[in-house]
């Protein structure tokens, strides 16, 4: 079974400070990988994700996130965090089980706080 | 305007009043799928639906049906609700196949369900 962890629960940086987040799974097949951002009150939005390529993907608002396959990793980054980027941020992993379905699954979440 | 909508957003009920909470979108997406959020647990996922009547369980399937006879909706049914699913519920489509969109999914606004 797939399952993927998130050991940072609250961070609270400084705005214009460096954000990184971990994010680790557990499978050995093929993953596509996500994170994905949910600010105060509202549902989830794709911030990035990864399928095959430049292990370095980049996505909205200044994140990236780096896939390191022998660490079984997806790290998220934000070279300068903003007050607007206080969210959870949650980590997720899509892999094909055997019988061919799409199963997701979903990290417990990091919050991220930014004080101004 | 491609969106994923569900009702009600809002349900306080009594135990073992059968509900229906429904999802629907406008997107053609193959894939459905519905997810609870709890605190310190993070999103997982209750059931998913890869094609028309074609489902599948999740990691917390237990107390849940759901249904796919059409595309765009795919309900979910609590028979007999208790306590212990008390929780934010996200209904949740992408699609599988082929495109730079592939498995990026599209969430709802959310169903806030209380049970007493």
Known sequence: ?116 | EAQVTQNPRYLITVTGKKLTVTCSQNMNHEYMSWYRQDPGLGLRQIYYSMNVEVTDKGDVPEGYKVSRKEKRNFPLILESPSPNQTSLYFCASSTPTGTSDSYSQYFGPGTRLTVL
């Open chain 1, 1 to 116: 079974a797939q399952s993927v962890s998130q050991h940072n629960h609250h961070v609270i940086l400084s705005e214009a400070a460096s954000l990184e987040l971990g994010c680790n799974y557990s499978y050995g097949g093929t993953v596509n990988l996500f994170w994905y951002v949910q600010y105060p009150g509202q549902h989830l939005q794709l911030l990035l994700k990864y399928f095959s390529g430049d292990p370095l993907v980049k996505g909205i608002k200044g994140f990236e996130a780096e896939f390191i396959k022998s660490k079984f990793s997806f790290n998220l980054r934000k070279p300068s965090v903003q007050w607007s980027d206080t969210a959870e941020y949650f980590c997720a992993v899509n892999a094909a089980d055997s019988g061919g379905y799409q199963k997701v699954t979903f990290g417990t979440g990091t919050k991220l706080q930014v004080i101004p």
